[in-house]
Protein backbone atom coordinates (compact mmCIF):
# COMPACT_ATOMS: atom_id res chain seq x y z
CA UNK A 1 0.00 0.00 0.00
CA UNK A 2 1.26 3.25 -0.81
CA UNK A 3 1.76 6.66 1.74
CA UNK A 4 -0.85 8.69 0.07
CA UNK A 5 -1.27 12.34 1.38
CA UNK A 6 -5.03 14.11 1.01
CA UNK A 7 -5.43 16.86 -1.48
CA UNK A 8 -8.93 18.27 -0.87
CA UNK A 9 -9.27 21.23 -3.41
CA UNK A 10 -11.24 24.24 -3.22
CA UNK A 11 -14.60 22.42 -3.46
CA UNK A 12 -14.43 20.24 -0.76
CA UNK A 13 -13.43 23.18 1.77
CA UNK A 14 -16.60 24.85 0.17
CA UNK A 15 -19.09 23.95 -1.82
CA UNK A 16 -18.84 20.18 -1.11
CA UNK A 17 -17.92 19.90 2.60
CA UNK A 18 -19.84 16.37 2.91
CA UNK A 19 -17.58 15.16 0.66
CA UNK A 20 -14.45 15.47 3.20
CA UNK A 21 -16.82 14.87 6.27
CA UNK A 22 -17.50 11.41 4.93
CA UNK A 23 -14.56 10.74 3.01
CA UNK A 24 -12.69 11.46 6.00
CA UNK A 25 -13.66 9.18 8.73
CA UNK A 26 -14.37 6.10 6.14
CA UNK A 27 -10.42 6.29 5.67
CA UNK A 28 -10.08 5.93 9.29
CA UNK A 29 -12.59 3.03 9.79
CA UNK A 30 -11.10 0.94 6.81
CA UNK A 31 -7.35 2.33 9.06
CA UNK A 32 -5.90 4.57 6.49
CA UNK A 33 -3.87 7.26 8.40
CA UNK A 34 -4.18 10.34 6.04
CA UNK A 35 -2.66 14.23 6.53
CA UNK A 36 -3.93 17.05 4.93
CA UNK A 37 -1.14 18.16 2.53
CA UNK A 38 0.30 21.42 3.92
CA UNK A 39 -0.60 25.07 2.27
CA UNK A 40 -2.36 23.14 -1.20
CA UNK A 41 -2.77 25.58 -3.75
CA UNK A 42 -6.12 25.17 -6.00
CA UNK A 43 -5.19 22.80 -9.06
CA UNK A 44 -6.44 25.74 -11.63
CA UNK A 45 -9.40 23.51 -12.70
CA UNK A 46 -10.55 23.64 -16.47
CA UNK A 47 -10.39 27.76 -16.14
CA UNK A 48 -6.43 27.69 -16.40
CA UNK A 49 -6.25 25.62 -19.44
CA UNK A 50 -8.25 27.79 -21.24
CA UNK A 51 -6.58 30.86 -19.97
CA UNK A 52 -2.64 29.65 -19.95
CA UNK A 53 -1.79 26.23 -19.81
CA UNK A 54 1.77 26.36 -18.83
CA UNK A 55 0.60 28.51 -15.55
CA UNK A 56 -2.02 25.36 -15.21
CA UNK A 57 1.56 23.18 -14.88
CA UNK A 58 3.15 25.31 -12.93
CA UNK A 59 0.06 25.29 -9.98
CA UNK A 60 -0.27 21.77 -10.00
CA UNK A 61 3.87 20.87 -9.93
CA UNK A 62 3.24 22.71 -6.92
CA UNK A 63 1.09 21.04 -5.00
CA UNK A 64 3.22 17.94 -6.37
CA UNK A 65 6.56 18.95 -5.19
CA UNK A 66 4.65 19.72 -1.62
CA UNK A 67 3.88 15.78 -1.74
CA UNK A 68 6.95 14.70 -3.18
CA UNK A 69 8.78 15.89 -0.09
CA UNK A 70 6.53 14.58 2.24
CA UNK A 71 7.05 11.34 0.36
CA UNK A 72 3.88 10.92 -0.46
CA UNK A 73 1.48 10.17 -3.71
CA UNK A 74 -1.67 12.61 -3.91
CA UNK A 75 -5.10 11.88 -2.94
CA UNK A 76 -7.63 13.46 -5.14
CA UNK A 77 -11.22 13.06 -4.27
CA UNK A 78 -12.40 16.07 -6.59
CA UNK A 79 -12.40 13.64 -9.86
CA UNK A 80 -11.84 17.65 -11.69
CA UNK A 81 -8.81 17.79 -9.17
CA UNK A 82 -7.82 14.53 -10.25
CA UNK A 83 -7.91 14.75 -13.73
CA UNK A 84 -6.28 18.21 -13.48
CA UNK A 85 -3.57 17.13 -11.81
CA UNK A 86 -2.71 13.85 -13.44
CA UNK A 87 -2.67 15.45 -16.67
CA UNK A 88 -0.05 18.28 -15.47
CA UNK A 89 1.94 15.63 -13.71
CA UNK A 90 1.91 13.49 -17.30
CA UNK A 91 3.10 16.89 -18.83
CA UNK A 92 5.77 17.78 -16.09
CA UNK A 93 7.30 14.39 -16.47
CA UNK A 94 7.12 13.69 -20.77
CA UNK A 95 10.24 15.58 -20.69
CA UNK A 96 9.41 18.46 -23.42
CA UNK A 97 10.83 21.99 -23.88
CA UNK A 98 7.90 23.33 -22.49
CA UNK A 99 7.88 21.25 -19.18
CA UNK A 100 11.52 21.62 -18.57
CA UNK A 101 10.98 25.32 -18.28
CA UNK A 102 8.35 24.71 -15.98
CA UNK A 103 10.14 22.36 -13.89
CA UNK A 104 13.02 24.65 -13.63
CA UNK A 105 10.83 27.44 -12.23
CA UNK A 106 9.31 25.35 -9.89
CA UNK A 107 13.28 24.42 -8.88
CA UNK A 108 14.20 28.04 -8.10
CA UNK A 109 11.13 29.07 -6.49
CA UNK A 110 11.99 26.39 -4.01
CA UNK A 111 9.36 23.65 -5.12
CA UNK A 112 11.50 21.71 -6.63
CA UNK A 113 9.59 18.57 -8.80
CA UNK A 114 11.54 15.40 -9.50
CA UNK A 115 8.76 13.64 -11.22
CA UNK A 116 8.22 10.68 -8.73
CA UNK A 117 4.50 11.32 -7.15
CA UNK A 118 1.06 9.39 -8.33
CA UNK A 119 -2.16 11.01 -8.42
CA UNK A 120 -5.03 8.91 -7.08
CA UNK A 121 -8.49 8.98 -6.66
CA UNK A 122 -9.78 7.55 -3.62
CA UNK A 123 -11.99 5.28 -5.50
CA UNK A 124 -8.89 3.75 -7.27
CA UNK A 125 -7.63 3.46 -3.94
CA UNK A 126 -9.93 1.69 -2.31
CA UNK A 127 -10.58 -0.94 -5.07
CA UNK A 128 -6.74 -1.32 -6.20
CA UNK A 129 -5.26 -0.94 -3.30
CA UNK A 130 -7.07 -2.25 -0.23
CA UNK A 131 -9.51 -4.47 -2.53
CA UNK A 132 -13.08 -4.81 -2.01
CA UNK A 133 -12.90 -7.87 0.37
CA UNK A 134 -11.40 -6.29 2.99
CA UNK A 135 -13.76 -3.40 2.71
CA UNK A 136 -16.76 -5.74 3.13
CA UNK A 137 -15.48 -7.45 6.10
CA UNK A 138 -15.88 -3.91 7.54
CA UNK A 139 -19.59 -3.85 6.62
CA UNK A 140 -21.86 -3.17 10.02
CA UNK A 141 -25.43 -2.11 8.67
CA UNK A 142 -25.89 -3.17 5.34
CA UNK A 143 -27.79 -1.16 2.66
CA UNK A 144 -30.05 -3.87 1.61
CA UNK A 145 -32.93 -3.24 -0.77
CA UNK A 146 -31.39 0.08 -1.32
CA UNK A 147 -31.09 0.79 -5.20
CA UNK A 148 -28.20 3.42 -5.91
CA UNK A 149 -27.63 4.55 -9.18
CA UNK A 150 -23.88 5.04 -9.91
CA UNK A 151 -23.33 8.43 -11.69
CA UNK A 152 -19.13 8.46 -12.81
CA UNK A 153 -19.36 11.56 -15.12
CA UNK A 154 -16.23 12.04 -17.32
CA UNK A 155 -13.01 13.24 -15.51
CA UNK A 156 -12.23 9.86 -13.26
CA UNK A 157 -12.47 7.59 -16.65
CA UNK A 158 -11.94 10.40 -19.38
CA UNK A 159 -9.32 10.45 -21.11
CA UNK A 160 -6.96 8.37 -19.02
CA UNK A 161 -8.79 4.91 -19.56
CA UNK A 162 -6.02 3.02 -17.28
CA UNK A 163 -8.52 2.54 -14.25
CA UNK A 164 -11.95 1.85 -15.40
CA UNK A 165 -13.85 1.92 -19.18
CA UNK A 166 -14.49 5.01 -20.30
CA UNK A 167 -17.92 4.50 -21.04
CA UNK A 168 -19.39 2.14 -18.74
CA UNK A 169 -17.06 1.70 -15.90
CA UNK A 170 -18.12 -0.86 -12.96
CA UNK A 171 -16.10 -0.10 -10.06
CA UNK A 172 -18.32 2.30 -7.87
CA UNK A 173 -21.26 0.07 -8.87
CA UNK A 174 -18.51 -3.15 -7.50
CA UNK A 175 -18.41 -1.27 -4.32
CA UNK A 176 -21.96 0.10 -3.81
CA UNK A 177 -22.66 -3.74 -3.92
CA UNK A 178 -20.42 -4.56 -1.71
CA UNK A 179 -22.08 -2.29 0.72
CA UNK A 180 -25.14 -4.66 0.50
CA UNK A 181 -27.22 -1.69 -1.71
CA UNK A 182 -28.45 -2.91 -5.07
CA UNK A 183 -26.64 -0.73 -8.65
CA UNK A 184 -28.71 -0.08 -11.24
CA UNK A 185 -27.89 -0.57 -14.85
CA UNK A 186 -27.24 3.03 -15.19
CA UNK A 187 -26.60 3.26 -18.61
CA UNK A 188 -26.38 7.62 -18.60
CA UNK A 189 -23.25 6.46 -16.11
CA UNK A 190 -20.75 8.82 -17.73
CA UNK A 191 -22.44 11.02 -19.80
CA UNK A 192 -21.38 14.75 -19.18
CA UNK A 193 -23.39 16.94 -16.67
CA UNK A 194 -22.19 20.21 -18.23
CA UNK A 195 -19.45 21.01 -15.63
CA UNK A 196 -18.74 24.62 -15.14
CA UNK A 197 -21.25 25.07 -18.37
CA UNK A 198 -24.26 24.11 -16.02
CA UNK A 199 -23.47 27.09 -13.93
CA UNK A 200 -22.83 29.94 -16.80
CA UNK A 201 -25.32 28.42 -19.69
CA UNK A 202 -28.59 27.35 -17.39
CA UNK A 203 -30.32 26.17 -20.97
CA UNK A 204 -27.77 23.81 -21.39
CA UNK A 205 -27.48 22.61 -17.79
CA UNK A 206 -31.15 22.01 -17.49
CA UNK A 207 -30.51 19.74 -20.70
CA UNK A 208 -27.84 17.19 -19.77
CA UNK A 209 -29.06 16.90 -16.21
CA UNK A 210 -32.33 16.13 -17.78
CA UNK A 211 -31.25 13.26 -19.25
CA UNK A 212 -28.78 11.99 -16.21
CA UNK A 213 -32.25 12.56 -13.83
CA UNK A 214 -34.70 10.92 -15.73
CA UNK A 215 -32.63 7.76 -16.60
CA UNK A 216 -31.79 7.09 -12.69
CA UNK A 217 -35.93 7.24 -12.09
CA UNK A 218 -36.28 5.02 -14.85
CA UNK A 219 -33.71 2.71 -13.75
CA UNK A 220 -36.05 3.38 -10.02
CA UNK A 221 -32.71 4.31 -7.88
CA UNK A 222 -33.75 5.42 -4.68
CA UNK A 223 -30.64 7.73 -4.95
CA UNK A 224 -27.55 8.48 -7.47
CA UNK A 225 -24.15 8.46 -6.00
CA UNK A 226 -21.07 10.64 -7.30
CA UNK A 227 -17.59 10.92 -6.96
CA UNK A 228 -17.16 14.47 -8.38
CA UNK A 229 -18.10 17.60 -6.33
CA UNK A 230 -19.17 19.49 -9.67
CA UNK A 231 -21.57 16.57 -11.14
CA UNK A 232 -22.83 16.45 -7.11
CA UNK A 233 -23.47 19.69 -7.24
CA UNK A 234 -24.84 20.19 -11.01
CA UNK A 235 -27.22 17.22 -10.17
CA UNK A 236 -28.67 18.36 -7.25
CA UNK A 237 -29.36 21.95 -8.14
CA UNK A 238 -30.46 21.39 -11.75
CA UNK A 239 -33.12 19.02 -10.19
CA UNK A 240 -35.73 21.28 -9.29
CA UNK A 241 -35.02 23.19 -12.19
CA UNK A 242 -36.11 19.83 -14.60
CA UNK A 243 -38.60 19.13 -12.48
CA UNK A 244 -40.49 22.36 -12.81
CA UNK A 245 -39.72 22.78 -16.57
CA UNK A 246 -40.49 19.11 -17.46
CA UNK A 247 -43.70 18.44 -14.69
CA UNK A 248 -42.28 15.63 -13.33
CA UNK A 249 -40.50 14.93 -10.09
CA UNK A 250 -37.08 14.56 -10.69
CA UNK A 251 -35.64 15.17 -6.94
CA UNK A 252 -33.94 12.28 -6.08
CA UNK A 253 -30.89 12.28 -3.60
CA UNK A 254 -27.79 13.17 -4.65
CA UNK A 255 -24.77 11.71 -2.40
CA UNK A 256 -21.11 11.29 -2.31
CA UNK A 257 -20.57 7.42 -2.85
CA UNK A 258 -18.66 7.90 0.42
CA UNK A 259 -21.85 9.18 2.59
CA UNK A 260 -23.38 5.98 1.49
CA UNK A 261 -20.11 3.28 2.18
CA UNK A 262 -19.59 5.39 5.72
CA UNK A 263 -23.36 4.01 6.74
CA UNK A 264 -22.48 0.88 5.51
CA UNK A 265 -19.36 1.08 7.46
CA UNK A 266 -21.15 1.63 10.67
CA UNK A 267 -20.23 5.08 11.10
CA UNK A 268 -23.23 7.42 12.88
CA UNK A 269 -25.70 9.32 10.29
CA UNK A 270 -24.86 12.88 12.40
CA UNK A 271 -20.88 12.65 11.01
CA UNK A 272 -21.65 11.78 7.36
CA UNK A 273 -22.54 14.99 6.00
CA UNK A 274 -26.28 14.57 5.47
CA UNK A 275 -27.33 17.46 6.92
CA UNK A 276 -25.87 19.64 3.58
CA UNK A 277 -28.50 17.93 1.57
CA UNK A 278 -31.20 20.48 -0.33
CA UNK A 279 -33.11 17.62 -1.08
CA UNK A 280 -34.80 15.80 1.02
CA UNK A 281 -33.69 12.56 2.34
CA UNK A 282 -36.80 11.35 3.27
CA UNK A 283 -37.55 7.90 1.31
CA UNK A 284 -34.11 7.02 1.70
CA UNK A 285 -34.06 6.89 5.15
CA UNK A 286 -37.33 5.00 5.18
CA UNK A 287 -36.09 2.41 2.42
CA UNK A 288 -32.61 1.74 4.94
CA UNK A 289 -34.40 1.57 7.93
CA UNK A 290 -37.27 -1.04 6.37
CA UNK A 291 -34.21 -2.96 5.00
CA UNK A 292 -35.75 -2.23 1.32
CA UNK A 293 -39.51 -1.99 1.61
CA UNK A 294 -41.08 0.83 0.76
CA UNK B 1 -32.18 41.87 -49.80
CA UNK B 2 -28.66 41.96 -49.37
CA UNK B 3 -27.13 38.81 -50.47
CA UNK B 4 -23.94 37.37 -49.76
CA UNK B 5 -21.29 35.22 -50.69
CA UNK B 6 -21.07 32.67 -48.85
CA UNK B 7 -17.90 30.57 -49.97
CA UNK B 8 -14.11 32.13 -49.18
CA UNK B 9 -12.10 32.41 -51.45
CA UNK B 10 -8.52 30.44 -51.33
CA UNK B 11 -6.47 33.85 -50.42
CA UNK B 12 -8.86 35.37 -47.93
CA UNK B 13 -7.96 31.90 -45.85
CA UNK B 14 -4.85 32.31 -43.24
CA UNK B 15 -2.09 29.75 -43.92
CA UNK B 16 -0.28 30.21 -41.47
CA UNK B 17 -3.32 28.80 -38.78
CA UNK B 18 -2.96 25.06 -38.69
CA UNK B 19 1.19 25.96 -37.81
CA UNK B 20 -0.02 28.23 -34.84
CA UNK B 21 -2.41 25.56 -33.52
CA UNK B 22 0.14 22.87 -33.80
CA UNK B 23 2.47 24.65 -32.21
CA UNK B 24 0.54 24.62 -29.40
CA UNK B 25 0.48 21.93 -26.35
CA UNK B 26 -1.62 18.48 -27.58
CA UNK B 27 -2.44 19.87 -31.04
CA UNK B 28 0.51 18.46 -32.76
CA UNK B 29 -1.56 15.83 -34.29
CA UNK B 30 -3.97 17.94 -35.84
CA UNK B 31 -3.70 17.12 -39.69
CA UNK B 32 -3.90 13.26 -39.05
CA UNK B 33 -7.54 13.84 -38.90
CA UNK B 34 -9.86 12.10 -41.15
CA UNK B 35 -13.20 14.37 -40.79
CA UNK B 36 -14.88 10.78 -39.75
CA UNK B 37 -17.63 13.00 -37.60
CA UNK B 38 -16.89 10.32 -34.57
CA UNK B 39 -16.30 13.64 -32.47
CA UNK B 40 -19.43 15.33 -33.35
CA UNK B 41 -21.43 12.21 -33.20
CA UNK B 42 -19.92 11.91 -29.49
CA UNK B 43 -20.14 15.33 -28.34
CA UNK B 44 -23.17 16.07 -25.70
CA UNK B 45 -22.65 20.04 -26.67
CA UNK B 46 -22.66 19.50 -30.19
CA UNK B 47 -26.83 20.27 -31.17
CA UNK B 48 -26.04 23.47 -29.20
CA UNK B 49 -23.15 24.45 -31.08
CA UNK B 50 -23.01 26.33 -34.30
CA UNK B 51 -20.03 24.33 -35.74
CA UNK B 52 -19.83 20.42 -34.55
CA UNK B 53 -15.99 19.55 -33.60
CA UNK B 54 -15.00 17.75 -36.57
CA UNK B 55 -15.84 20.91 -38.67
CA UNK B 56 -13.50 22.85 -36.05
CA UNK B 57 -10.71 20.49 -37.09
CA UNK B 58 -11.60 21.56 -40.34
CA UNK B 59 -11.88 25.31 -40.19
CA UNK B 60 -7.92 24.80 -38.77
CA UNK B 61 -6.60 22.37 -41.19
CA UNK B 62 -7.67 24.77 -44.02
CA UNK B 63 -7.02 28.20 -42.52
CA UNK B 64 -10.44 29.15 -41.54
CA UNK B 65 -8.83 31.02 -38.58
CA UNK B 66 -11.76 33.34 -37.72
CA UNK B 67 -14.67 30.66 -37.89
CA UNK B 68 -12.75 28.99 -35.34
CA UNK B 69 -11.90 31.77 -32.99
CA UNK B 70 -15.09 33.31 -33.05
CA UNK B 71 -17.27 30.21 -33.04
CA UNK B 72 -19.68 29.20 -29.34
CA UNK B 73 -18.61 25.98 -30.04
CA UNK B 74 -15.42 26.27 -28.04
CA UNK B 75 -16.75 27.72 -25.13
CA UNK B 76 -19.82 25.15 -24.89
CA UNK B 77 -16.67 22.37 -24.64
CA UNK B 78 -17.39 20.97 -21.61
CA UNK B 79 -14.12 19.10 -21.68
CA UNK B 80 -15.64 16.11 -21.32
CA UNK B 81 -13.26 14.01 -23.49
CA UNK B 82 -15.84 11.64 -24.74
CA UNK B 83 -14.76 12.57 -28.42
CA UNK B 84 -11.38 12.36 -27.20
CA UNK B 85 -11.32 8.77 -26.37
CA UNK B 86 -13.29 8.33 -29.31
CA UNK B 87 -10.99 9.76 -32.01
CA UNK B 88 -9.81 7.12 -34.29
CA UNK B 89 -6.98 9.22 -35.09
CA UNK B 90 -6.61 9.71 -31.87
CA UNK B 91 -6.69 13.21 -32.25
CA UNK B 92 -6.60 15.20 -28.62
CA UNK B 93 -9.67 17.18 -29.58
CA UNK B 94 -10.06 18.50 -26.10
CA UNK B 95 -6.85 20.03 -25.78
CA UNK B 96 -7.68 21.49 -29.29
CA UNK B 97 -10.02 23.37 -27.95
CA UNK B 98 -8.55 24.62 -25.13
CA UNK B 99 -6.12 25.66 -27.69
CA UNK B 100 -8.50 28.24 -29.25
CA UNK B 101 -10.24 29.03 -26.25
CA UNK B 102 -6.62 30.77 -25.59
CA UNK B 103 -6.04 31.76 -28.63
CA UNK B 104 -9.14 33.75 -28.65
CA UNK B 105 -8.93 35.16 -25.13
CA UNK B 106 -5.01 36.36 -26.33
CA UNK B 107 -6.55 37.50 -29.45
CA UNK B 108 -9.69 39.16 -27.84
CA UNK B 109 -12.04 37.30 -30.13
CA UNK B 110 -14.59 35.76 -28.29
CA UNK B 111 -18.11 36.49 -28.45
CA UNK B 112 -18.92 39.52 -26.35
CA UNK B 113 -20.90 39.09 -23.09
CA UNK B 114 -20.84 35.43 -23.28
CA UNK B 115 -20.21 33.76 -19.72
CA UNK B 116 -17.67 31.21 -20.04
CA UNK B 117 -15.18 32.98 -21.26
CA UNK B 118 -15.31 35.41 -18.06
CA UNK B 119 -15.91 33.39 -15.67
CA UNK B 120 -12.64 30.89 -16.46
CA UNK B 121 -10.62 34.50 -16.60
CA UNK B 122 -11.98 35.97 -13.48
CA UNK B 123 -11.47 32.19 -11.48
CA UNK B 124 -7.55 32.21 -12.82
CA UNK B 125 -7.43 36.22 -11.21
CA UNK B 126 -8.55 35.01 -8.19
CA UNK B 127 -6.09 31.58 -7.97
CA UNK B 128 -3.19 33.61 -9.11
CA UNK B 129 -3.95 36.15 -6.77
CA UNK B 130 -5.13 34.12 -3.46
CA UNK B 131 -3.75 30.37 -4.49
CA UNK B 132 -7.28 29.01 -3.91
CA UNK B 133 -11.12 30.06 -5.67
CA UNK B 134 -13.90 31.27 -3.50
CA UNK B 135 -16.92 30.09 -4.79
CA UNK B 136 -19.11 33.13 -3.93
CA UNK B 137 -16.98 35.27 -5.24
CA UNK B 138 -15.96 33.85 -8.22
CA UNK B 139 -19.98 34.70 -9.38
CA UNK B 140 -19.92 37.74 -8.11
CA UNK B 141 -16.99 38.83 -9.95
CA UNK B 142 -18.01 37.25 -12.78
CA UNK B 143 -21.35 39.02 -12.76
CA UNK B 144 -19.62 42.40 -12.15
CA UNK B 145 -17.49 42.11 -14.92
CA UNK B 146 -20.43 40.83 -17.19
CA UNK B 147 -22.42 44.22 -16.25
CA UNK B 148 -25.39 42.03 -15.40
CA UNK B 149 -26.51 42.39 -12.06
CA UNK B 150 -29.51 41.18 -12.76
CA UNK B 151 -28.11 37.93 -13.40
CA UNK B 152 -26.15 38.08 -10.18
CA UNK B 153 -29.76 38.33 -8.26
CA UNK B 154 -31.27 35.00 -9.86
CA UNK B 155 -28.78 33.09 -7.78
CA UNK B 156 -30.02 34.42 -4.89
CA UNK B 157 -32.13 31.52 -3.93
CA UNK B 158 -29.61 28.97 -4.90
CA UNK B 159 -27.15 31.34 -2.13
CA UNK B 160 -29.88 31.03 0.17
CA UNK B 161 -30.00 27.24 0.00
CA UNK B 162 -26.40 26.73 0.39
CA UNK B 163 -25.88 29.22 2.89
CA UNK B 164 -28.73 27.11 5.07
CA UNK B 165 -27.22 23.88 4.90
CA UNK B 166 -23.17 25.71 5.28
CA UNK B 167 -22.08 24.85 1.52
CA UNK B 168 -21.46 28.98 1.11
CA UNK B 169 -19.10 31.37 2.84
CA UNK B 170 -18.09 34.92 2.16
CA UNK B 171 -14.86 34.06 3.32
CA UNK B 172 -12.23 34.48 0.79
CA UNK B 173 -10.00 31.81 0.94
CA UNK B 174 -6.37 32.15 1.09
CA UNK B 175 -2.96 29.89 0.63
CA UNK B 176 -0.02 31.17 3.52
CA UNK B 177 2.60 31.12 0.78
CA UNK B 178 1.33 33.72 -1.17
CA UNK B 179 4.55 35.09 -2.17
CA UNK B 180 6.39 32.49 -3.22
CA UNK B 181 2.99 31.43 -5.51
CA UNK B 182 3.19 34.81 -7.45
CA UNK B 183 6.74 34.35 -7.62
CA UNK B 184 6.55 31.06 -9.14
CA UNK B 185 3.81 32.38 -11.91
CA UNK B 186 5.34 35.36 -12.89
CA UNK B 187 9.02 33.67 -13.39
CA UNK B 188 6.93 30.83 -15.18
CA UNK B 189 5.32 33.70 -17.61
CA UNK B 190 8.37 35.69 -18.06
CA UNK B 191 10.21 32.16 -19.17
CA UNK B 192 7.45 30.65 -21.66
CA UNK B 193 7.89 33.93 -23.56
S1 LIG C 1 -13.09 11.90 -34.46
FE1 LIG C 1 -10.95 12.51 -34.85
S2 LIG C 1 -10.53 11.87 -36.98
FE2 LIG C 1 -12.77 11.85 -36.71
S3 LIG C 1 -13.42 13.91 -37.40
FE3 LIG C 1 -13.14 14.04 -35.18
S4 LIG C 1 -11.00 14.74 -34.94
FE4 LIG C 1 -11.20 14.00 -37.05
S1 LIG D 1 -14.61 17.40 -24.94
FE1 LIG D 1 -15.74 19.15 -25.74
S2 LIG D 1 -15.85 18.81 -27.95
FE2 LIG D 1 -15.28 16.88 -27.03
S3 LIG D 1 -17.19 15.78 -26.74
FE3 LIG D 1 -16.80 16.86 -24.83
S4 LIG D 1 -17.85 18.83 -25.02
FE4 LIG D 1 -17.71 17.94 -27.10
Known amino acids: MNEYIYYPGCSLKGGSKHYEESLLPVLKKIGME ?19 DTIAAALCGRNLSIAEKAGCHVMAPCAGCFLTMKKSNTFLTEGSNKAQKVLTDLKTTGCEYKGTVKVRHPLEIF ?10 EKVE ?5 LKVACYYGCQLVRPYTDFDDPDYPETMDNLMEAMGAEAVDYSAKTLCCGGSLTGTIENIGKGLNYVLLKEAKKKGADVIVTLCPLCQFNLEIMAAKVSKEYKEDYKIPVLY ?17 FKRSIISLKNMWQKINN ?3 K | MDIQRKVKFEEELDKNFLDEIKDMSGCEEIDKCIQCGACSSSCPMA ?11 SFIKNGFKEEALKSFTIWLCASCYTCQVRCPAKIKITDVMYALKRKAIEEKVYPNRLQPPVLAQEMCKLIAKN ?23 KMAPLGINLMKTGRMSLK ?4 KNRKQLRTLLNEVKENAK
Open chain 1, 291 to 293: GGA
Open chain 1, 34 to 52: IEEMNDWNCCGATAYFAVD
Open chain 2, 47 to 57: VYMDHPPRKII
Open chain 1, 141 to 145: NKLTG
Open chain 2, 131 to 153: GRNSELWLVVNMYIKLKNPLGML
Open chain 1, 127 to 136: IQEIGLDTIK
Open chain 1, 257 to 273: FTQLMGLALGIPKEDLG
Open chain 2, 172 to 175: KEKI
